[in-house]
């Protein structure tokens, strides 16, 4: 039996030495995937890598037993060193994942795997009672230091970016080890007690037992092997068809690492006038965006940790050559190189930005034209029959003094239509109030009642028990109720009841102003608030404009809704501004 197991070390020293670099090629696949998982699959790969990893060392350190003619004792210490070895490595591996925030990781995670490594191959001599043992400190102390630099230099070598960079870190790893548990051997020389292979069914129990060890390990290697070639496949393809993508889109897109370029694609460049990529990465993004915006660009990226991305929203930006850009962004969280990053897809709107003011600058051609005409039509008419009395009083036909008390009329006909216009300019400059809704209303029910009588029409107004607070212009707010309610009394030709109803709901007060008149049709409601559109044969059509400018100014809104026959109901909405709260809040 001797001379056939001597016949077996070159085999066993070779298969441990393929055990080990198999096992240190899927632990490298492993780990390379954290940094393409964006945390998905993190624990997977974490453990996943340690686990082989501690599984192949420990089938290795069995085979490369037999390789070196030592016994093999199976006792309760080879479970816990299979335990140590795939708990250092995971935190060697932990330890790795820290680029960024860890200056010095991998010397840190290089020193636990070596430690995990020599902690299985040294711990596991002392499960036997020993006779004796002999301990060289040189060897040990040279092991040990080989180790270190050993498993360093795999996981920088790993790092890089050779070509072959994971089989030749694995190569580096495997012989490693396998050399460490050879050197072993010589710094500590044990002897065990007799008797520990007393008889010839222990020993060929113990060696069936290490064929199923070995098999089993074989096999999970194999599979992890499998694995993490088939995953390294996939996502590979996906990194591909990833990259084709981003470096063929038509948008910038960059990836931002705090306040700098991390990374930008080929449109990134051309779109800030690049000529390499050296002319962006690295450098703060302020130094392309408006000193106007830096404070609301640093809060909005600060605030997208917590909501993970935003909504489309325009930007402007400076290119190296000073031309200014207008954007529309797209900002979410993403990693680079394992750490918290920002995605920002960056699109140029500037030609979109030019057309929407081209159409703007006509659109305002086409309402200023609109208004001209109607400015020169309403003004027009009141002119000619000015023009006429004068030729006639020219002629000598004083005899009527009716032309001057119709001249007067159409004179004060043109001051209300330049004061209406007058309210559609720049913003004047008025006094805010807080005033009581109610207050203003009966101040104008007081004002029409008796025109309403006039034209047997009835005034019903419920104005609550509370007071109705707003902040703005009592004249401008009166001039709404009067403009409203007057059109109510016009279009009531054959009588009847106007009802005004306040209230408040929530943080608004709501005036609702009913009359029984004809109705507006649905094409007719469409059109309300346009300038010189009106029903009235004598009217402007400003009335409303301008209605609907003072609530608007005024962060109201006004809705109408109307039934054909049955009448016409004006819903105008103001903020309530109750005034101690400004009180408050000021003090």
Do not use: C
């Not at 096992?23 to 390379?32: D, E, G, Q, V």
């Not at 069914?201 to 098999?215: R, S």
């Amino acid at each position: 039996m001797n001379g056939t197991v001597a016949s077996w070390p070159p085999f066993f020293l070779l298969l441990a030495l393929l055990i080990s670099i198999l096992a240190s090629y899927t632990m490298f696949n492993f780990i390379s995937n954290l940094k393409r998982s964006n945390g998905t699959f993190r624990q997977f790969w974490l453990a996943g890598g340690a686990f082989v990893f501690g599984l192949g060392l420990w089938a290795k350190h069995f085979v490369a037993l037999l390789g070196n003619h030592e016994p093999i004792i199976f006792t309760w210490v080879m479970p816990v060193a299979l335990m140590f070895i795939i708990f250092f490595s995971l935190m060697a591996f932990v330890m790795l994942t820290f680029q960024g925030v860890l200056r010095y990781r991998l010397v840190y995670g290089s020193s636990i795997l070596a430690f995990g490594v020599a902690i299985m191959n040294y711990f596991s001599v002392f499960g036997p009672k020993i006779e004796r043992l002999e301990v060289q400190p040189g060897k040990l102390f040279l092991s040990l230091l080989m180790l270190f630099f050993g498993t360093l230099l795999a996981f920088m070598l790993a790092e890089s970016t050779f070509k072959f960079r994971k089989f030749m870190a694995s190569v580096l790893l495997g012989t490693l080890v396998v050399w460490l548990q050879l050197l072993g051997t010589q710094a500590l020389r044990v002897e065990y007690s007799a008797g520990i292979y007393s008889t010839s069914d222990k020993l060929t129990q113990d060696i069936n037992l290490l064929a199923l060890i070995l098999g089993l390990g074989a096999l999970l290697i194999l599979v992890s092997t499998l694995i993490t070639w088939y995953i390294d496949k996939r996502l590979n393809q996906m990194d591909e068809r990833y990259r084709l993508l981003v470096e063929n889109s038509l948008d910038t897109i960059a990836i931002l690492k705090g306040s700098r370029w991390g990374f930008v694609n080929a449109a990134g460049l051309r779109m800030f006038e690049a000529e390499s990529e050296s002319d962006l990465l690295g450098k703060s993004i302020y130094s392309f965006l408006p000193a106007k915006d830096h404070n609301t660009i640093k809060e909005r990226l600060h605030n997208l940790v917590f909501v993970g991305s935003s909504k489309p929203i325009e930007q402007e930006w400076f290119t190296l050559k000073g031309k200014v850009l207008h954007t529309e962004i797209v900002e979410t969280m993403t990693t680079l190189d394992n750490e918290p990053a920002i995605q920002i897809i960056i699109r140029d709107i500037s030609e979109r930005k030019k057309n929407e003011e081209l159409l703007i600058n006509s659109e305002k051609l086409y309402v200023a034209g609109q208004l001209a005409a109607g400015i020169a039509h309403e003004i027009r008419n009141p002119l000619t029959s000015l023009k006429g009395f004068l030729q006639l009083i020219v002629s000598g036909r004083r005899n009527n003094n009716s032309y001057y008390d119709i001249m007067n009329a159409e004179l004060d006909r043109i001051e209300d239509i330049v004061s209406e216009l007058l309210m559609l300019s720049k913003p004047q400059v008025y006094e805010l109030t807080y005033q009581d809704l109610r207050v203003m209303m009966r101040d104008t029910v007081t004002l029409l009642e008796t025109q309403a009588i006039l034209h047997n029409i009835a005034i019903e107004a419920e104005y609550g028990t509370e007071p109705l607070w707003i902040y703005g212009v009592e004249n401008q707010v009166k001039q709404v109720f009067i403009n409203v309610i007057k059109n109510a009394i016009e279009a009531m030709s054959d009588g009847g009841a106007i009802g005004i109803k306040l209230s408040r709901e929530h943080d608004g007060v709501f005036v609702r102003i009913r009359d029984e008149g004809p109705g507006i049709g649905e094409d007719q409601l469409a059109k309300m608030g346009q300038p010189f559109y009106t029903t009235k044969e004598k009217g402007t059509g400003l009335g409303l404009m301008v209605s609907y400018k003072i609530v608007d100014n005024h962060q109201g809104k006004i809705d109408v809704k109307s039934e054909l026959g049955k009448g016409t109901l004006f819903e105008i909405m103001l903020p309530f501004r109750y005034p101690e709260a400004e009180i408050k809040k000021s003090s």
